[in-house]
């Protein structure tokens, strides 16, 4: 479909996405597609998220999500309600963030969209440490790590690892932060993951330094510069 073709441009073409995006609304407009003609709109709220015009993605959102609300979607308000909390967090507005991506948790959940439930566990524990609420953050990433593990998802999973590490350091609890990371870094390894390596090496040599280790510090630092 259209609509699928244009999000195949998102990541390396977004301007192509914007013309498909209008193709398919135009197509929708004619046929009387509801579906298609939100779905275009939510192509839209994407193309204006990329682009960092982020009240105009969340007009499209919007727009969007009335017309879903009004064809009984439930499935389309969850992805688009994750997708408001994504917009909000790059606008720093944490509360609305967390409020979007608690919406989408409940419809997911009455989906059994295990995989959305994840994702927004995560999305939430990095919402809510951006409040400073480190064990609400900590609680919703351990609930992702849990659906991740079911869902055999070794890449979020071992994520959702260092975002728990993470939280440790903050917390100060060094043994645990580094056990977390440790157990990321051998995920990433397994899957040759060099970004996720980066990471934890990264993550680690922050351990050190917290914990007045400046050589194990400097060691971790340069393992991740030269990967």
């Known amino acids: 479909t259209l609509h699928k073709k244009a999000f195949s441009f998102l990541s390396t073409f977004p301007d192509s996405l914007l013309y498909y995006r209008d193709s398919s609304y135009e197509v929708a407009t004619l046929i009387n597609d509801n579906v298609g003609i939100a779905d275009s709109y939510t ?101 992702a790590v849990s659906l991740f593990g079911e869902l055999n998802n070794a890449e979020m999973l071992a994520g959702c690892y260092s975002n728990i590490g993470n939280i440790h350091l903050l917390k100060k609890e060094y043994e645990q932060a580094l056990g977390y990371q440790l157990r990321s870094l051998e995920i990433f390894d397994s899957l040759q993951s060099f970004r996720g390596l980066v990471t934890c090496y990264n993550n680690i040599s922050d351990i050190h330094l917290a914990r007045k280790n400046p050589r194990e510090a400097l060691a971790y630092r340069q393992r991740a510069l030269a990967i």
Not at 57 to 72: E, K, L, M, V, W
Not at 91 to 114: H, I, M, Q, V
Not at 123 to 136: F, H, M, P, T
Request: net charge positive.
């Open 43 to 143: 192509d839209l709220g994407v193309y204006y998220w990329v682009k960092g015009n982020y009240a105009a993605a969340i007009h499209a959102y919007d727009t969007a999500n009335q017309i879903f609300r009004q064809i009984q979607r439930p499935d389309k308000l969850m992805m688009n309600f994750t997708n408001l909390g994504m917009v909000y967090s790059r606008l720093g507005d944490f509360p609305k963030a967390t409020n979007f991506f608690l919406k989408s948790l409940r419809l997911a959940e009455g989906l059994g969209a295990k995989e959305t439930q994840a994702k927004t566990y995560n999305s939430l524990g990095v919402s809510y440490k951006n409040q400073g609420n480190l064990e609400a953050a900590n609680d919703a990433y351990s609930k």
